[in-house]
């Protein structure tokens, strides 16, 4: 396996090149890139997860639709123009729909279109992969930043609980509860980290187990259901994981599972941590009850990675993310800052209006 190229997502060429990603779907046994050349390829990528993990989504939508709008002539009218960017962005929202990231970077690059509307369509093509890549170079400034402030509430030699994937193959680069990590052993802290398998997709198990290994930080893998067994006996001192969307409130959703481990955490009294850049808040929404929770197929549990392992015909019920509500949260780890209380005021006051 080819694992020189970790980076997950990659601009090739100029305003008419392409979007080229890894399909996390085939790690960790096949390292594979994909080529997006049209809208319908990156759409398939979110869709399939691909390409996954909020801020990820987020840049791969917004190479999207610099992809989407190449079908469109520069002799074209402004009217063609804006009516494909509408099209797109109607189309790239419909993919996924908790990761505040992919609608922020939808927003984001038609307001872009919409201050520019006096520009040629070549200029107007160009300014919009620009603002994509921005989108990218800024989140990876971000995990960085995120890094470096999550680090300082870890301590040498604990041990840490993560679920889900919120590293470097969910971001620009290095991640959001992964950087902190990465962050923390920079800096001669030595953490080992519990990894949730993460069901049913098992995204901790393939990919956060497998970008521990590259970077040569202390890891076990455990089942979903151990955790509490090894709360109980003493080997995590932390819990830090991603977040999907944020609520004014700090109500985090993030992948299934968080929740419970939230609960644990509690139960244990371990302080549990959100990481996550700005773009996730969705300070639109009073609390978690209104993000919207995909439900994905059912044959993602019956018939996980090809193998069935329930009766045919049986009921289930898949929903993706699930909802920890801000008093479960000891603190958000953000760019710009710890938010400690997670509160509606210290929201504001560490993150500004976004
Ligand atoms: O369904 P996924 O794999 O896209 O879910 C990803 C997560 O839940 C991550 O924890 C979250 O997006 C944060 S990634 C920095």
């Known amino acids: 396996m080819n694992t020189t190229k970790t980076e997950t997502l990659r601009w090739i060429g100029e305003v008419d090149g392409h979007l080229e990603l890894i399909d996390q779907t085939l790690l960790p046994t096949e390292f594979t890139e994909i080529?997006?050349?049209?809208?319908?390829?990156?759409?398939?990528?979110?869709?399939?997860?691909?390409?996954?993990?909020?801020?990820?989504?987020?840049?791969?939508?917004?190479?999207?639709?610099?992809?989407?709008l190449q079908t469109v002539s520069d002799s074209a009218s402004k009217e063609e123009f804006f009516s494909r960017l509408k099209e797109v962005s109607d189309y790239l929202a419909g993919s996924r729909p908790t990761a505040v990231n992919l609608f922020w970077a939808i927003e984001r690059i038609a307001r872009t279109a919409e201050s520019n509307r006096d520009k040629s369509i070549a200029e107007l093509k160009s300014i919009l992969?620009?603002?994509?890549?921005?989108?990218?170079d800024e989140d990876r400034e971000m995990c960085h930043a995120i890094g470096r402030f999550g680090a300082e509430l870890l301590k040498d030699g604990q041990g840490v609980l993560t679920h889900c994937n919120a590293g470097g193959l969910a971001t620009a680069e290095y991640g959001t509860a992964l950087s902190v990590f990465f962050t923390a052993q920079d800096v001669g802290k030595n953490l080992h980290i519990f990894v949730d398998e993460t069901r049913p997709l098992l995204q901790g198990s393939r990919l956060t187990a497998w970008e521990l290994q590259h970077r040569q930080i202390e890891s076990t893998l455990i089942c979903d259901n151990m955790a509490a067994q090894v709360m109980r006996e003493g080997k995590v001192q932390a819990v830090v994981t991603g977040a999907d969307r944020i609520a004014r409130n700090g109500d985090s959703a993030n992948k299934i599972g968080t929740y419970g481990v939230a609960c644990l955490a509690k139960a244990h009294n371990i302080p549990f941590y959100i990481a996550a850049?700005?773009?996730?808040?969705?300070?639109?929404?009073?609390?978690?009850?209104?993000?919207?929770?995909?439900?994905?197929?059912?044959?993602?549990?019956?018939?996980?990675?090809?193998?069935?392992?329930?009766?045919?015909?049986?009921?289930?019920?898949?929903?993706?993310?699930?909802?920890?509500?801000?008093?479960?949260?000891?603190?958000?780890?953000?760019?710009?800052?710890?938010?400690?209380?997670?509160?509606?005021?210290?929201?504001?006051?560490?993150?500004?209006y976004v």
């Open 35 to 68: 080529a997006c050349k049209d809208v319908q390829t990156v759409w398939d990528a979110i869709k399939q997860l691909k390409v996954r993990g909020a801020p990820a989504i987020g840049i791969a939508a917004g190479y999207g639709m610099v992809v989407g």
């Open 129 to 136: 992969l620009t603002d994509a890549i921005a989108i990218h």
């Open 277 to 352: 850049p700005t773009t996730t808040f969705d300070l639109t929404i009073e609390s978690g009850d209104e993000i919207p929770i995909e439900e994905r197929a059912s044959e993602e549990i019956t018939n996980g990675f090809n193998k069935q392992t329930a009766p045919d015909g049986v009921n289930v019920y898949n929903p993706a993310f699930d909802v920890t509500p801000a008093e479960l949260i000891k603190a958000i780890i953000t760019e710009k800052g710890i938010i400690q209380p997670v509160t509606v005021e210290e929201i504001q006051r560490v993150i500004g």
